[in-house]
């Protein structure tokens, strides 16, 4: 026990010589400032902001103005189904464009709103526009609106030149239930290619005067117009 009391304690060992060299540096990084963060740049670009979003009204509005006859035609069909009376004034201009589509377009899309202010210019466009698609697309969709006002360009109609028209004058005037074209349609049973619409007109109006003239056709050679005659036969009940 004395003797290890006594003994001197180990010496440490020395470092090495590497370790030596780098405590000073250590001790020097320790010791320095951080360095002070560098300030951020800002851009001197203007920020560009987003346009804002264009509705798809505002948008079908626009194409009507285009140069180009396919987007106002595109114009027109895209107010027509947005079934929105602020369309109809744009319609209405649209009724005078150059382009047949276009005009196509603007009518039908009134009839579909129901625009009854319209009736005595889809009426003159029924009689006048030099397009037989126009007036054909006039006739059929005036079956949308129901104006009585329209009976009068309808029954002019039957006389058009372009049976297509004659068709859809005869088929409108049906749906209607106009009495006065009672007569007219009488008359267009002696036409082949208007006998079947002008049967089943007769019947929509269940016009009795009509009965013995439209009986006889139960034997026509057409199995379609037989079954209009049988249609109609019913709906008159004579």
């Given at each position: ?142 079956s949308y609106m129901m104006d009585p006002a329209a009976g009068p360009a309808l029954i002019k109609a039957l006389s058009d030149k372009e049976p297509p028209v004659r068709y859809a004058a005869a088929n409108t005037l049906g749906i209607m ?62």
């Open positions: 026990v004395k003797k290890s009391a006594a003994a001197p304690a180990p010496k440490k060992a020395a470092l090495p010589a590497a370790k030596k060299a780098a405590l000073p540096a250590a001790k020097k990084a320790a010791a320095a400032p951080a360095p002070a963060p560098k300030a951020v740049e800002r851009s001197t670009q203007p920020v560009v902001q987003a346009p804002p979003a264009v509705s798809p009204f505002d948008e079908a509005v626009a194409r009507l103005r285009s140069a180009d006859p396919a987007l106002r035609r595109q114009g027109a069909d895209a107010l027509a189904r947005s079934r929105d009376q602020q369309a109809a004034p744009y319609l209405i201009k649209a009724m005078a464009d150059a382009a047949a589509p276009v005009r196509t377009a603007a009518v039908d899309g009134l009839c579909q709103l129901g625009r009854r202010d319209a009736t005595p210019k889809i009426s003159e466009i029924l009689l006048k526009d030099p397009d037989a698609a126009v007036r054909q697309q006039a006739a059929g969709s005036l239930k106009y009495a006065p074209a009672e007569d007219p349609l009488i008359d267009a049973l002696s036409e082949p290619g208007m006998r079947r619409i002008a049967i089943s007109a007769l019947g929509q109006l269940q016009s009795k005067k009509a009965a013995a003239g439209i009986a006889p056709y139960l034997s026509d050679s057409d199995k379609f117009t037989r079954l209009e005659v049988i249609k109609a036969l019913g709906s008159i009940g004579d």
